[in-house]
């Protein structure tokens, strides 16, 4: 428990840095704070779910299920450092580097999430646990369409009926989006299952990863809005809700490692 | 705390409790027994090794094969 405390007051600390930072700093220290921070983050995100991948002895779906969530981090860190790596030391435009290396980390990443993602999603599903109440679930669904709608309107259709982009560019330009709507139904899932459950250390895992998928995911789809009207520069206060999610994200893995020992500890007991 | 009139459903709540917490020991319970159909009050000697498989199913994905079974293996030495 005294790690995910410290944990805590880690990410409480780096949110109010972040704040700081973004509100009164250069636009030189802002671009090394805006590049740095995220790399910082991601590798917190590593840390936490390799640390609850190590605590799953039998190789079961559920280790692998964490696995996948834990390549998706490693590819996260790896593009973020390739992105910082790239503007700071190469001082390259990011902003016309477009598709970049880190590009394809970043959507190989929504590739292993989504996989770790359906495969708690499915064994929920077969563990017999209750699905949940029938009106919350057409409420969500309701509210998730109108979200998916807003994306599609605002984000989809510009960015396929321009005519001046690159194919190329075009395809990465959507499949941010696209990935991002599909994680943030994964993540109210999610989110609605285990909210059934009350706040007990057992809820804990997955309402961190939930809350840190979600976070991630919207401030992907705002930085997709701005970056696509040319609005978006670095140092916005969008970026906390990826630091956010990346630190969601490592301290789930630290509920996770938390859970699985105290059943061990009970046992020896 | 949640007490059952059942003595097998208490002490099967009495096990998962401390790691589940009240709503979810409460709400698995519930939904294993219906998935055998019976109820909580219901339960039996006889029942207990299909309650503790289905439980044992239920918590895998929370706690993974090893910690799910050392809760199963609890419930059939009742």
């Given at each position: 428990m005294k790690k995910i405390k410290l944990l805590w007051l880690f990410t409480a600390l780096l949110l109010l840095v972040n704040v700081i930072v973004y509100l009164t700093a250069?636009?030189?220290?802002?671009?090394?704070?805006?590049?740095?921070?995220?790399?910082?983050?991601?590798?917190?995100?590593?840390?936490?779910?390799?640390?609850?991948?190590?605590?799953?002895?039998?190789?079961?779906?559920?280790?692998?299920?964490?696995?996948?969530?834990?390549?998706?981090?490693?590819?996260?860190?790896?593009?973020?450092?390739?992105?910082?790596?790239?503007?700071?030391?190469?001082?390259?435009?990011?902003?016309?580097?477009?598709?970049?290396?880190?590009?394809?980390?970043?959507?190989?990443?929504?590739?292993?999430?989504?996989?770790?993602?359906?495969?708690?999603f499915n064994g929920y599903r077969r563990s017999g646990l209750p699905l949940g109440n029938i009106k919350i679930q057409a409420l969500l669904s309701m509210l998730y369409v109108l979200l998916s709608v807003v994306v599609v309107y605002f984000l989809l259709i510009p960015i396929i009926q321009d005519g001046e982009t690159e194919f190329l560019t075009k395809v990465f330009s959507l499949y941010y989006p696209i990935g991002d709507i599909v994680t943030v139904a994964m993540a109210i899932i999610l989110l609605f299952f285990i909210s059934q459950f009350g706040s007990g250390l057992i809820t804990m895992p997955w309402k961190m990863l939930a809350l840190g998928f979600f976070f991630f995911s919207v401030s992907d789809l705002l930085y997709s809005y701005l970056s696509w009207n040319d609005t978006y520069g670095s140092g916005n206060l969008i970026d906390m809700g990826w630091h956010l999610g990346y630190l969601l994200i490592g301290i789930s893995g630290l509920y996770q490692r938390e859970l699985v020992d105290s059943i061990k500890k009970r046992r020896t007991l | 705390m949640t007490k059952y009139q059942n003595e097998y459903a208490q002490k099967i709540y009495d096990i998962i409790f401390p790691v589940l917490g009240e709503l979810m020991a409460k709400g698995s319970l519930r939904a294993q027994c219906n998935s055998l159909g019976i109820t909580e009050d219901t339960i039996q000697a006889k029942d207990l090794p299909a309650?503790?498989?289905?439980l044992k199913k239920g918590l895998i994905i929370f706690l993974g094969t090893e910690g799910s079974m050392s809760i199963a293996s609890k419930i059939l030495k009742i």
């Amino acid at each position: 428990m005294k790690k995910i405390k410290l944990l805590w007051l880690f990410t409480a600390l780096l949110l109010l840095v972040n704040v700081i930072v973004y509100l009164t700093a250069s636009e030189k220290i802002l671009l090394y704070a805006s590049d740095l921070l995220p790399a910082v983050c991601s590798l917190f995100a590593v840390y936490g779910i390799y640390y609850a991948y190590k605590g799953f002895k039998s190789y079961d779906f559920v280790k692998v299920a964490w696995l996948f969530i834990l390549i998706g981090t490693i590819l996260d860190f790896l593009a973020e450092s390739t992105y910082g790596i790239l503007e700071i030391g190469f001082s390259m435009d990011m902003n016309e580097t477009f598709p970049s290396l880190a590009d394809i980390f970043w959507c190989s990443s929504y590739i292993a999430y989504f996989i770790g993602l359906i495969m708690l999603f499915n064994g929920y599903r077969r563990s017999g646990l209750p699905l949940g109440n029938i009106k919350i679930q057409a409420l969500l669904s309701m509210l998730y369409v109108l979200l998916s709608v807003v994306v599609v309107y605002f984000l989809l259709i510009p960015i396929i009926q321009d005519g001046e982009t690159e194919f190329l560019t075009k395809v990465f330009s959507l499949y941010y989006p696209i990935g991002d709507i599909v994680t943030v139904a994964m993540a109210i899932i999610l989110l609605f299952f285990i909210s059934q459950f009350g706040s007990g250390l057992i809820t804990m895992p997955w309402k961190m990863l939930a809350l840190g998928f979600f976070f991630f995911s919207v401030s992907d789809l705002l930085y997709s809005y701005l970056s696509w009207n040319d609005t978006y520069g670095s140092g916005n206060l969008i970026d906390m809700g990826w630091h956010l999610g990346y630190l969601l994200i490592g301290i789930s893995g630290l509920y996770q490692r938390e859970l699985v020992d105290s059943i061990k500890k009970r046992r020896t007991l | 705390m949640t007490k059952y009139q059942n003595e097998y459903a208490q002490k099967i709540y009495d096990i998962i409790f401390p790691v589940l917490g009240e709503l979810m020991a409460k709400g698995s319970l519930r939904a294993q027994c219906n998935s055998l159909g019976i109820t909580e009050d219901t339960i039996q000697a006889k029942d207990l090794p299909a309650i503790s498989e289905k439980l044992k199913k239920g918590l895998i994905i929370f706690l993974g094969t090893e910690g799910s079974m050392s809760i199963a293996s609890k419930i059939l030495k009742i």
